[in-house]
């Protein structure tokens, strides 16, 4: 059984959904003019503008980021970008970099249609997504239902729950010794509190872990890199070369660099999978485009930043070197590349602990958003409890193979999204170069005034 499912999960994230993944992200790289270059500067700025969230909405478009980031920054960005260096080499981060860019224009088209087709649920509150565009953009409600389905499995089942839950445990027994039990009664109450607090609480909670987090690791990472500036021009040269090397680029079908790099960088960042327009949604803003382009700077700080900051750490110390997998590898790194290994240690185990637990709260939202499409707000009530039930178990079982059928569930998802986001691709076109020109517009009345 679970080798049949091992050959499902590789037939789904095999080369044709990397292509249309991939592809799809080209695609509107082109049609946009490059927009993820060109308004970067103008994205980032967005996020924390003074008069930006005054429109309809649950939380400020920096909230809606955070959450959206507390589901993407997880153990992937610890564990994932070690095994897939060991898998492909130094030059798979190069190609995560190149998936990275082109996800941001998918990103960006994800929310810009979550906000134009965003509906406000019996309490007042958002909900969004693709369940939504793909219902009132594309009129197919069977398509839609089906992402709602597998949303709700990868939520309560996969990366939401088990996975994260199980990183937590496992981090805190090896690192601090603290019973299993314990870290099942502690993490099930703190899950419970935030989440039956809302997207508001979940918002909060989001915005102050996230940066804490990424400063806390970035930081360490840093500090490597300053140690380490004499051979940091020779290890981004060592990337890129070896990225082009023929057996990385070319062997191996996509050639193994190449597929796992690109593979590894959608799957971190999550563009095109359809979990992040479900937060942008929820966001204070009346301009479709603005929260658009803040979508896009997750992908830019997800993987372009953080898995970056991983991948120079393991390649600078030569932990892929070592033959050791995953988080040990990225242990590893740190321990060599601090002045003080402990600190090296603790710094990989806390961010493991906070990575994992920011995306069960972040999942826990989105399988609630597509659990209200299915059954509305009594279905909601049932699905956190269990969900909750789901994080007081985690730590006690082993399910290698629910893990796969998560993985087989989560990159399904990415297929009614992709074809609601082509099929609606000239709302995205049109609701862009109106915002884009009314700009040009009101520029150029405010320079013949002061000209006047």
């Known amino acids: 059984m679970a080798e049949l499912f091992n050959r499902v999960d590789s037939l789904v994230w095999g080369a044709p959904l990397i292509i249309l993944l991939l592809g799809t992200g080209v695609y509107f790289t082109f049609r946009l003019k490059g927009l993820q270059f060109r308004q970067l500067k103008l994205a980032f700025s967005l996020i924390f503008r003074s008069d930006k969230n005054q429109g309809e909405g649950d939380v400020s478009s920096f909230q809606a980021l955070c959450t959206a980031l507390s589901s993407t920054i997880g153990t992937g960005n610890i564990v994932g970008v070690a095994t897939v260096i060991a898998a492909g080499g130094p030059g798979a981060l190069f190609w995560m970099w190149v998936s ?168 971190s960042n999550e563009s095109g999978l359809g979990s992040a327009p479900i937060a942008a949604a929820a966001a204070k803003t009346d301009s479709c485009v603005e929260q658009g382009l803040i979508s896009m700077t997750g992908t830019f700080i997800d993987t372009i930043i953080v898995c970056t900051m991983t991948g120079l750490a393991i390649v600078i110390t030569q932990a892929n070197l070592t033959g050791l997998e995953g988080a040990a590898m990225t242990t590893y790194a740190f321990e060599q590349g601090l002045p003080i290994a402990l600190i090296g240690r603790y710094i990989v185990n806390i961010g493991l602990i906070f990575f994992a637990f920011t995306t069960i709260i972040g999942w826990n939202y989105y399988g609630e958003r597509c659990m209200y499409y299915l059954g509305g707000l009594n279905s909601v009530r049932i699905y956190r409890m269990i969900f909750i039930a789901m994080v007081a178990v985690g730590p006690f079982i082993s399910l290698d193979l629910i893990f796969i059928i998560a993985d087989i569930v989560n990159g399904l998802m990415a297929i009614p999204n992709l074809i609601g986001l082509i099929g609606l691709r000239k709302d995205i076109l049109t609701e862009t170069n109106a915002y884009f020109s009314k700009d040009v517009s009101d520029l150029s009345g405010a320079l013949q005034e002061e000209t006047v």
């Open 100 to 267: 990275a860019f082109f996800g941001m224009a998918t990103k960006y088209s994800e929310g810009v249609l979550a906000i134009k087709y965003r509906v406000k649920d019996e309490n007042g509150d958002m909900a969004g997504g693709p369940m939504y565009y793909i219902q009132n953009g594309l009129h197919n409600k069977v398509l839609a239902k089906i992402f709602a389905v597998f949303g709700v499995s990868v939520a309560l089942w996969g990366s939401g729950t088990f996975t994260q839950v199980k990183s937590i445990s496992d981090a805190l027994t090896l690192s601090f010794n603290v019973p299993v039990i314990v870290t099942a009664v502690i993490l099930t109450i703190i899950v419970a509190f935030i989440i039956i607090g809302g997207i508001r609480r979940i918002a909060k909670v989001a915005e102050k872990l996230i940066p804490f987090m990424c400063i806390l690791y970035i930081g360490g990472v840093l500090i490597i890199l300053g140690t380490h500036l004499s051979v940091l021009p020779s290890v981004l040269v060592l990337i890129v070369r070896n990225a082009f090397m023929p057996q990385a680029a070319l062997g191996g079908g996509l050639g193994i660099a190449m597929q796992k790099g690109i593979s590894r960088g959608i799957f």
